[in-house]
C-alpha cells in the first residue's frame, strides 16, 4: 500500500505549529481549552450519534448512556480541570494545592482529585478518589513540580503521534490534550480504522488545536502507523492498543522481530509511552451480605466486564472468589442470572468472535451463556489468566482462607498470576473491611496496579479527570504489561504511581439505612441501568455547562434506574 502523500505536509504543518505554540502564553491556551469545552459541547449530540452508528446501538437503548458517559462526558470534565490547572499557573500558583495534600502508606503522600468540588460530592456523593505519588515524594517537591512542561511553556517537545484507540470514543481526544499541555508536543492523532466515522466529529471537537496549527487527524491502517511512527519528524509515539501491536512498533514483526524483543533491541528510535490494558480482576472478599447485596455486586461484577461489550482495556476478567465462602454458590448464581439478563449487544469489534470461540475451546468448564461466556474452575495454567479476550468473556477462580488469609492469597495472586497492571477490583463489605483494618489497608498497597478501586469500578478512575491513568509504574519495553506512562492527570501531576477510587458498598436508600453515608444511586455506568441513556445525556449537558438548575433533572433520571 502506498504511503499518503500529504503526510509529510502535516507533519511540516506541525513543525510550523510548534513555533506557534512555543509563543503561545498560558493565558491563550487556557482560553484554546475553553474552546475546545465549547466545541465539544456542540459536537455532543452528533458524537454519541456516530458511536452508537459503529457500535450498533439503536437510538432509543438505555446503552447509549455509555457513549455519552465515555465519549464527550469526560473530554468535557477534562478541558475544564486543565484549564483550572493552566489559570492557576498563570497567576503563578502550582496547579496543586495543599489542601488536597495528605499522606499514604509507605511514606508516599497521596492528592484528593474526587470530589474535587462541590459538583462532585453531590453527582458522585460516596465516591473518592486520591493519586497517589512515588515513595519519597514530599509535599513540597509535589506542589513545585505540578504543571510538568507548562512550567516551561516556550520548551516545546517536537511532534507526538497517537494511535488513536478503537473502542472508547474519548481516549484519543483525551490523549491528544494530554501530549500537548502534559509534553509540550505537538500531535498528529491516527484514528483507529473502527473509530474511522468520528474524524468529521473529532474535528469539530479539536477544531480551535487544528487551526492554531498544533493537531492534525488522519485516518489509515498499520502501514500509515508504522510510517508515522519512524518518521524522522516525529520525536515521539504514545499508543493505546494491545501489547502485540506495541511490540510490532517497537521490535518489529516474525522471527526478527521476536528475536529483537528477546535481546531488547528495538527497532524504533524514539520514545513510545502506551496504555495497552491486560487482565483485570474482581477480587470480592467473604462477608455478611444480604439478599440485595449480593444481586448488586453482581450487577456490579457483570458491567465491569461488559460495558462496552468487554471491548475495555479495563475489563474485569477474572473473578477472584472465596472458596469457603458460605455465600459463594448464592454470589455466583447471582452473577449467571445478570450475565442471562444483561442487554445483548452487537460484537462490533473485530475478531470478537474468534476470541469468544477460543475461550470456549481452551476455559475448563466455560459455557455460553448467549453471546458471553462464563467459565469457572480455572486451573493455574490457564490462558484467562494470560489472555486479554477483548470480548465479553468472565473468568472465575476460587482461593481458600478466612477473610484475612484470602485477601493476602487474591493480592498475591493478582500480582504474580495475572498478566497486565492497568487495573484491579476489590468488593468488600464495609463491616470486613473495619475487622480486616491495617490488614486489608496493607493488600491494598500491595496490589501493583495503576488504578485500584474498592466497592467501586476503576472505570471511575478514568472518568476522573485530575486522576491518572495508565499502567503501574516499572515496566519495560521488551516486558511492557499495560504500558508505561499515563494519560489525563489534569493537575500535571509528576512523579505519580497510582490512582486509589472507594465508593459505596450499596446504593441508596440502602446505604443510608445501614449506615453509609452515600446517597448515590444505582450508578449510570451499571448495564442493568434504564436510564443510562439520559442520565448520561443530562450528565454531559451539566458538564458543558453548568447550571445548577440541570441538577434535578439528573437526580430524577439516576434515581429511576
Keep these: 500500500m502506498a504511503i499518503p502523500s500529504h503526510l509529510d505536509a502535516l507533519l511540516e504543518e506541525l513543525e510550523a505549529g510548534e513555533k506557534l505554540w512555543s509563543a503561545t502564553p498560558l493565558r491563550r491556551r487556557r482560553e484554546l481549552l475553553e474552546q475546545v469545552h465549547a466545541s465539544v459541547a456542540t459536537a455532543a449530540n452528533e458524537w454519541v450519534a456516530a458511536a452508537a452508528r459503529i457500535k450498533g446501538l439503536p437510538a432509543k437503548s438505555p446503552l447509549l448512556g455509555e457513549e455519552w458517559m465515555s465519549g464527550p462526558y469526560p473530554v468535557l470534565i477534562a478541558t475544564t480541570a486543565l484549564a483550572e490547572s493552566l489559570h492557576a499557573l498563570e497567576q503563578g ?15 508516599r503522600i497521596a492528592v484528593d482529585v474526587l470530589p474535587y468540588e462541590l459538583a462532585n460530592a453531590l453527582l458522585l456523593n460516596g465516591f473518592h478518589a486520591e493519586v497517589w505519588l512515588r515513595p519519597g515524594i514530599d509535599q513540597e517537591t509535589a506542589i513545585r513540580t505540578a504543571g510538568l512542561a507548562q512550567l516551561a511553556p516556550t520548551e516545546t517537545a517536537g511532534i507526538g503521534l497517537v494511535l ?11 490523549d491528544v490534550l494530554y501530549e500537548l499541555f502534559a509534553h509540550n508536543r505537538m500531535v498528529i492523532l491516527k484514528l483507529n480504522p473502527i473509530t474511522d466515522p468520528m474524524l468529521p466529529v473529532l474535528e ?24 508515522l511512527a519512524h518518521h524522522e ?9 494491545s501489547a502485540a501491536t506495541h511490540d510490532a512498533i517497537v521490535f518489529g514483526t516474525g522471527e526478527e522481530g521476536a528475536r529483537r524483543k528477546a535481546s531488547n533491541d528495538p527497532v524504533l528510535a524514539k520514545p513510545i509511552s502506551s496504555e495497552l490494558g491486560g ?18 455486586q453482581a450487577e456490579h461484577v457483570v458491567t465491569q466486564r461488559l460495558h462496552n461489550n468487554g471491548y475495555n482495556c479495563i475489563a474485569a476478567q477474572v473473578l477472584i472468589v472465596p472458596a469457603d ?52 474452575g480455572l486451573e493455574a495454567d490457564s490462558p484467562a489468566l494470560t489472555t486479554e479476550y477483548f470480548a465479553p468473556v468472565l473468568a472465575v477462580t476460587e482461593l481458600p482462607g478466612n477473610a484475612a488469609e484470602y485477601v493476602d492469597a487474591a493480592v498475591e495472586f493478582a500480582n504474580e498470576h495475572l498478566v497486565g497492571t492497568l487495573g484491579a477490583n476489590v468488593i468488600i463489605h464495609p463491616h470486613t473491611r473495619r475487622e480486616l483494618g491495617e490488614r486489608f489497608d496493607q493488600a491494598v498497597e500491595d496490589l501493583r496496579y495503576g488504578t485500584v478501586a474498592i466497592n467501586a469500578w476503576t472505570g471511575v478512575g478514568y472518568l476522573t479527570s485530575r486522576a491518572t491513568w495508565g499502567a503501574f509504574p516499572g515496566h519495560t519495553l521488551n516486558d511492557v504489561q499495560s504500558g508505561i506512562g499515563v494519560v489525563h492527570n489534569a493537575l500535571l501531576l509528576a512523579e505519580t504511581e497510582r490512582t486509589v477510587v472507594t465508593g459505596p458498598f450499596r446504593p441508596v ?23 443510562a441513556a439520559t442520565t448520561g445525556r443530562r450528565l454531559t449537558a451539566f458538564a458543558a455547562n453548568r447550571s445548577w438548575a440541570k441538577l434535578p433533572g439528573i437526580f430524577a433520571s439516576a434515581l429511576r434506574g
Design 93 to 107: 500558583r502550582s496547579p496543586l494545592d495543599a489542601k488536597h495534600i495528605h499522606e499514604a502508606r509507605g511514606g
Design 164 to 174: 488513536g484507540a478503537g473502542n472508547i470514543t474519548s481516549i484519543a481526544p483525551l
Design 204 to 227: 469539530k471537537a479539536l477544531r480551535p488545536l487544528i487551526d492554531l496549527g498544533v493537531v492534525r487527524i488522519v485516518l489509515g491502517g498499520a502501514e500509515v502507523g508504522g510510517y
Design 233 to 241: 519528524k516525529v520525536s515521539h509515539v504514545h499508543m493505546t492498543g
Design 279 to 296: 487482565v483485570s480482576p474482581v477480587i470480592v472478599v467473604p462477608g455478611e451480605w444480604s439478599d440485595a447485596d449480593l444481586r448488586y
Design 325 to 376: 465462602w458460605d455465600q459463594k454458590d448464592a454470589f455466583l448464581a447471582e452473577v449467571r442470572s445478570v450475565l442471562v439478563d444483561a442487554p445483548s449487544r452487537d460484537a462490533y469489534y473485530p475478531g470478537s468472535g474468534d476470541r469468544i470461540a477460543s475461550a470456549l475451546d481452551t476455559l475448563g468448564g466455560a459455557i455460553r451463556i448467549g453471546d458471553r461466556v462464563l467459565a469457572t
Design 509 to 531: 436508600p440502602r446505604s443510608v439505612l445501614r449506615g453509609e453515608l452515600a446517597i448515590s444511586p444505582k450508578p449510570p455506568w451499571f448495564v442493568t441501568n434504564r436510564t
